[in-house]
T-cell receptor, first 116, second 115 residues
Framework: DSGVTQTPKHLITATGQRVTLRCSPR?????VYWYQQSLDQGLQFLIQ???????AKGNILERFSAQQFPDLHSELNLSSLELGDSALYFC???????????????FGEGSRLTVL | AQKITQTQPGMFVQEKEAVTLDCTYD???????LFWYKQPSSGEMIFLIY??????QNATEGRYSLNFQKARKSANLVISASQLGDSAMYFC????????????FGAGTTVTVRA
């Protein structure tokens, strides 16, 4: 158990719909990352938040948005869903900056999204 | 350009034998970290081992060791005494710089351990 909690574990929805994926990082971790894993694209970095602020942005579509709340949990919002958005969405957390932190990411179990 | 390259899509290994998974990386940053993660069929990502760019010795964690060749920009994972439970997808990843902990992942290598 990594200590990172993601909900829901599985989600089936239709094209055009909107979903929200939720992530609770490990206790004490300030950074949250979102990754998308699909068969054809592999593990793609979407976005990173550090202590409530956006820190880095990757290949995140404009239809997708995320935020990190004061209690450090994060949500990834996916809208106008397309078939190609079907993937496993991972949240990961790390301690964040400073110290001797190696930068290891602790991953949640993922949210598997199926768009029909 | 790909930052992490894993050229072996799949590998078979006999139980109790060792297997080496290849990983090459590309960065111009002198400070970086290299990671290996395991993803079993259940889907979770499990951290295995870490090597920092300034580390003088190759990292080891139990049956996992990392063969770090800085000049060649390679960071191969060696799994010794393979077990059936080692069957999984293995990902090499890199963090560039200090303060930016985003990891870039390779395409992964599927390892199947045969009894």
């Amino acid at each position: 158990d990594s200590g990172v909690t993601q909900t829901p574990k599985h989600l089936i929805t239709a094209t055009g719909q909107r979903v929200t994926l939720r992530c609770s990082p490990r206790s004490g971790d300030l950074s949250v990352y979102w990754y998308q894993q699909s068969l054809d694209q592999g593990l793609q970095f979407l976005i990173q938040y550090y202590n409530g602020e956006e820190r880095a942005k990757g290949n995140i579509l404009e239809r997708f948005s995320a935020q990190q709340f004061p209690d450090l949990h994060s949500e990834l919002n996916l809208s106008s869903l397309e078939l190609g958005d079907s993937a496993l969405y991972f949240c990961a957390s790390s301690v964040g900056e400073g110290g001797l932190n190696t930068g290891e990411l602790f991953f949640g179990e993922g949210s598997r999204l199926t768009v029909l | 350009a790909q930052k992490i390259t894993q050229t072996q899509p799949g590998m078979f290994v006999q139980e109790k034998e060792a297997v080496t998974l290849d990983c090459t990386y590309d960065t111009s940053d002198p400070s970086y970290g290299l990671f290996w993660y395991k993803q079993p069929s259940s889907g979770e990502m499990i951290f295995l081992i870490y090597q920092g760019s300034y580390d003088q010795q190759n990292a080891t964690e139990g049956r996992y060791s990392l063969n770090f060749q800085k000049a060649r920009k390679s960071a191969n994972l060696v799994i010794s005494a393979s077990q059936l439970g080692d069957s999984a997808m293995y990902f090499c990843a890199m963090r560039e710089g200090i303060g930016d902990y985003k990891l870039s992942f390779g395409a992964g290598t599927t390892v199947t351990v045969r009894a």
